[in-house]
């Protein structure tokens, strides 16, 4: 997997950067529905480091997915404050949001969520019309990032007739368009066979480790888990613990 | 390093124009059932219309035939049951067109025998206007010659019985007229009340039509928002998905308004070429197409054409307007969890 960082990054600069990409301060979040309430994040609070690979544990229902939200800049919370970059994410117009979620947040969801009228390589180039790259130049960029998550020879072909592990990696491709400081996964690995997970997980480390990506990935991957920087458990919408990976090594029974 | 937090460009049109036009053809079977609502209410709307003006165009004919229609019901009146009886006819002069009709019509009653002067008719034969009236039940006088050449006395002779019908009021006959000879006219005050009556009750038809095509443009908006609905509730998720990828709220209302205005457009095309058709056929069919083409308001027709595609294309995107307002508006993180 040939990585052309030149094509791939520019103005990438990993060490000139320090501190925390994105803070999530005591963040409630009330879903109203008809009489009743239901709490999805109970005070919630979050520092992820920037350039780290962190990946967040918790059972149906504790609102990983909520939290994900928030911090991806989706959803806004009915209390607290998210900030990416330093900045209040519920003080953003509509255009500053819109850019984030183009050109600074990559979103991998467990759902693909592909365009099923577009090809694959048209799903990837779509977040670049987005940002305002066309022609030749986003189809190349586009072919280079199928490559890398193993797809290029299936550029042309539509999702539905696509494997459910092809997909994903269609709807990963599509996360990298941008070339986005963060990349929010969720169940990244959970449809791909063994080598196949075992190398988006070094495609993850690697963003990381040479270009400063930060990754968050919701997992229950043990392989994941172990490659990780921190993990952060969250249970009832409150984190209730925040490890390494080798002291969590103990608990390998408990992760199913 | 890259900026802190930048803000999104507006895309050019014809980004939006690209990936509607993308969407459009990929959910073909779907538009079209939008398309097909479009057309026939503009189907219908420019059959009205077109309608309307082909027939006002012919209004002189429409009214001929009218006037034909009242003479052949007078004459039936006269005559009773045509058959076992003998028509004489009469021609002074030139006869107008009205009266060439009418000719025709006495051509198709099923008398015994029709017997003609100074005129040709399939059926008739021809007589002197010494003989013509020989065994007749009827006279009839077409012509428009104010002074008839021939006596009534030598017109009327041998008839069964002295009835006779006049074209012309004003007509004079040489000599003396025979004892009890009735003259009726063919067109008189009486057939004008008729007329009148006819004209009034075309007046009501053509604002019933106007009601009729207005009640069928609030249905055709009415079913084209609903199956934009339909389409957006659809693509909530591929809305959402857009708007994490960086789409503004303001491409993504731009994205479904294009759809409507270019599914409309073709839409209103073809309910227009359909609706012009229609009547186009049935007048042509009916008054003879070398007359309808003669007398067509090209004009008139083009711009009510063009007038109806317009309409067409507004009310699409008219009925777009809440639809795409919706879709404009979701937010990512819910449209995302849908179920649908």
């Known amino acids: 997997m040939a990585f052309n960082r030149e094509l791939f990054f520019e103005n990438a600069d990993a060490s000139a950067r320090s501190g925390f990409v994105i803070r999530a301060v005591d963040v409630h979040k009330v879903y109203r529905m008809g009489d009743t309430e239901a709490h999805a994040l109970r005070g919630a609070t979050v520092d992820i480091i920037r350039g780290e690979y962190l990946s967040i544990m918790g059972p149906s229902g504790s609102g990983k997915s909520t939290l994900f939200n928030m911090i991806g800049g989706l959803d806004k919370p009915t209390e607290g404050k998210v900030y990416i970059d330093q900045v209040d994410i519920a003080q953003l117009d509509p255009y500053e949001l819109a850019w984030l979620r183009c050109r600074k947040v990559g979103y991998i969801f467990q759902s693909y969520n592909l365009i099923q009228v577009m090809s694959c390589i048209e799903n990837v180039m779509l977040p670049m019309a987005f940002a305002g790259l066309d022609g030749e130049e986003s189809r190349e960029k586009a072919l280079h990032i199928l490559d890398l998550v193993g797809l290029g020879g299936r550029a042309l072909h539509k999702p539905s007739e696509m494997s459910g592990g092809q997909q994903q990696r269609v709807a990963i491709a599509r996360a990298l368009a941008n070339s986005p400081d963060i990349l929010l996964a969720d169940e990244p690995t959970a449809n791909l066979d063994l080598k196949t997970g075992e190398e988006i997980i070094l495609l993850f480390r690697k963003l990381c480790n040479d270009l400063g990506v930060t990754v968050i990935a919701a997992t229950h991957d043990l392989k994941m888990l172990k490659k990780s920087d921190r993990i952060m458990w969250i249970e009832d919408g409150m984190i209730t613990q925040v490890t390494t990976p080798d002291q969590m090594n103990l608990h390998e029974e408990e992760v199913h | ?340």
Request: proline share 3%; charged share 15%; with cysteine.
């Open chain 2, 1 to 340: 390093m890259r900026e802190q937090i930048g803000r999104q460009v507006r895309l050019p049109m014809s980004r939006a124009l690209q990936i509607a036009i993308q969407g459009i053809r990929i959910r073909l079977g779907r538009s079209l059932v939008t398309v097909s609502g479009v057309v026939l209410g503009i189907a219908f709307l420019m059959s009205n219309v077109a309608g309307q003006l082909i027939s006002s165009s012919l209004a002189r004919e429409k009214e001929t035939r009218q006037i034909v229609t009242l003479m052949e019901s007078l004459t039936q009146r006269e005559v009773g049951s045509a058959s076992g009886k003998i028509l004489a006819v009469a021609v002074c002069g030139a006869m107008n067109r009205t009266e060439q009709l009418f000719l025709d019509r006495l051509d198709a009653m099923p008398f015994e025998a029709i017997r003609i002067t100074g005129g040709r008719t399939k059926r008739g034969v021809s007589c002197t206007p010494q003989n013509v009236g020989a065994g007749a039940y009827l006279l009839v006088v077409l012509g428009q010659d104010a002074a008839a050449p021939h006596a009534l006395g030598d017109l009327t002779r041998g008839m069964t019985r002295i009835g006779m019908l006049d074209a012309v009021e004003s007509r004079t006959y040489a000599g003396q007229a025979p004892e009890g000879v009735k003259r009726d006219l063919l067109f008189g005050p009486e057939t004008e009340q008729q007329m009148a009556r006819m004209q009034e009750k075309a007046e009501q038809a053509k604002f019933r039509t106007i009601w009729v095509a207005v009640i069928s443009l609030l249905v055709t908006i009415i079913s084209i928002s609903n199956a934009l609905l339909m389409s957006v509730t659809e693509r909530i998720r591929e809305i959402g998905t857009m708007k994490c990828l960086g789409a503004l709220s303001s491409f993504i209302r731009r994205l479904f308004l294009i759809e409507s205005a270019l599914v409309g457009f073709a839409g209103s095309v073809v309910g227009m070429l359909l609706g012009a058709l229609i009547p186009i056929l049935i007048y042509g069919w009916i008054f003879g197409f070398g007359l309808m083409f003669q007398e067509l308001p090209y004009l008139r027709l083009t711009l009510s054409c063009a007038g109806c595609v317009v309409v067409g294309t507004v009310l699409s995107m008219t009925a777009a307007i809440y639809p795409a307002n919706f879709a404009a508006r979701m937010v990512p993180a819910s449209a995302l969890r849908s179920n649908v």
